[in-house]
């Protein structure tokens, strides 16, 4: 532990018994450090790729071992929705861009790009990524 550069209090959050399915050998005692415990247990926040994903890790099937940790912690487990609402963040119709574009006139993102340069008080680069 100590050349983990972690202060003492936090090794109970990093240690682990991998349940007994997931041990090795009958000597195994399935002690390890447990990075993703250690984020589970000190999180303000924990956000999975889905709601039915942040569901699925409180089970034993999904949780690998962790699911009794995550269900203790559900009230700062989420998950989002992924991907985007095309509705909302289309540039073809965006009333808080300067200018619209679309994928069959890409004529006002060179505008856009450069107005948020300016904004971020960043150089105006045509030729550079954003």
């Known amino acids: 532990y100590p ?9 109970g959050a990093l240690e682990w018994v991998f349940p007994e399915w997931a041990r090795r050998h ?3 005692k399935g002690e390890a450090v447990n990075f993703l415990k250690g984020a589970v247990v000190t ?23 962790l699911n009794e940790l995550l269900s203790s912690r ?24 300067p200018c619209h574009y679309s994928v069959d006139d ?3 993102k060179a ?13 105006i680069r045509p030729e550079v990524p954003l």
Do not use: F, H, M
């Not at 050349?3 to 090794?11: H, N």
């Not at 999180?43 to 071992?65: F, L, N, P």
């Not at 559900?74 to 861009?97: E, F, M, Y």
């Open 74 to 97: 559900k009230s700062v487990l989420n998950g989002i929705v992924n991907g985007i609402d095309i509705n909302d963040w289309n540039p073809a119709t965006d009333k808080c861009i």
């Open 26 to 28: 009958a000597l195994d």
């Open 3 to 11: 050349d983990l550069g972690l202060p003492p209090e936090w090794y």
């Open 43 to 65: 999180a303000d926040r924990i956000v999975t790729v889905s709601k039915g994903y942040s569901w699925e890790v409180t089970t034993a099937e999904g949780g690998q071992g």
């Open 106 to 108: 890409l004529s006002g």
């Open 111 to 123: 505008k856009c790009k450069s107005a948020l340069q300016k904004e971020l008080g960043l150089p």
